[in-house]
């Protein structure tokens, strides 16, 4: 009798040990990092040929919008600026020609110069000489100003086509990140505005599992550290996988309404996020548990 005693104490003790390791430490929800990509500028989709579960790596394209408009309006300014540059030819072309007249008088002021001493001509004359050339130089710098605010329309002008060639950047849409089209929200052919979301994007090659923690058990717990997240695998009974803390809750609330049980939802928990690698199994509101 007293042997029987014993190994059932053992076999109690044994089957203690495996319920307290198969038991968890907090359940809760997958879930995705989820990006709304959105239109960047208002007209007539051409393309977008994704379709929701498509893979998507970054920078693929998402969709291609209207840049007619754009485009008539930079050759717009194309062509305004083409017409600005043919005033400062013309300007260029009347500076040539001051130049050269004002070499002219250079030359007949040294021979009015050599002529005074020998008092074959009146200072009068040199001075209307001298004059002229000042003259000359006023109206130079009276077209290079000119230059100068013609240089500023075309600068204006080409800060306009800066602004439209990245209007026409902007319409095409690309992905911001690699994962998973789950929600597409217009098709080729509509019309769409600025700030209105093309599709719907998931992360999921690393998903957050979202636990709730009584207040005992944050001394257990902390960032950075790793433990063992695990999902129902049918007849087999878990899956298992490596997790990371990511995140504890600074602030306490009350037990989720997805705890079904009304005593377990009046509580006090922290929130807790462990980061989990997905090899495709885990899926966003599928439901997990952590041990720590």
């Known amino acids: 009798m007293k042997t029987f005693l014993i190994i059932f104490s053992i076999i109690t003790f044994l089957t203690g040990c495996r319920n307290s390791k198969e038991n968890a430490d907090a359940y809760g929800n997958f879930e995705a990092t989820e990006v709304l990509v959105s239109a960047e500028t ?48 013309s300007i260029n072309a009347q500076n040539k020609v001051l130049e050269q007249q004002i070499e002219n008088l250079l030359i007949n002021i040294r021979r009015t110069e050599n002529m005074l001493k020998d008092d074959a001509a009146t200072r009068k004359q040199y001075d ?113 996988f490596k997790g990371r803390i990511s995140h504890i809750s600074e602030k306490a609330e009350f037990t989720p309404k997805i705890i079904q049980t009304k005593e377990e939802r009046v509580a006090l928990v922290y929130a807790v996020t462990i980061e989990v690698p997905n090899d495709g199994t885990l899926k966003s509101g599928m439901p997990g548990e952590a041990i720590f």
């Open 128 to 240: 209307d000489l001298t004059g002229q050339v000042e003259v000359l130089k006023k109206q130079i710098e009276a077209n290079n100003s000119q230059k100068a605010s013609v240089q500023a329309e075309i600068s204006v002008l080409n800060a306009r086509k800066t602004t439209l060639n990245e209007q026409i950047s902007r319409c095409t849409i690309k992905s911001p990140l690699k994962g998973v089209i789950i929600q597409k929200y217009y098709e080729a052919g509509e019309m769409v505005t600025t700030g209105r979301p093309l599709a719907k994007i998931a992360d999921l090659s690393t998903m957050k599992l979202v636990v709730y923690v009584s207040g005992s058990q944050l001394g257990d717990i902390k960032n950075g550290q790793e433990c063992t997240v695990r999902v129902d695998d049918g007849k087999k009974g878990y899956k298992k």
């Open 42 to 89: 208002s007209g007539r989709i051409l393309q977008c040929n994704i379709h929701e579960g498509d893979k998507i790596e970054r920078g693929d394209v998402i969709a291609i919008i209207d840049t007619t408009m754009f485009y008539l309006q930079r050759a717009e300014i194309d062509a305004s600026v083409a017409g600005i540059l043919t005033r400062i030819t």
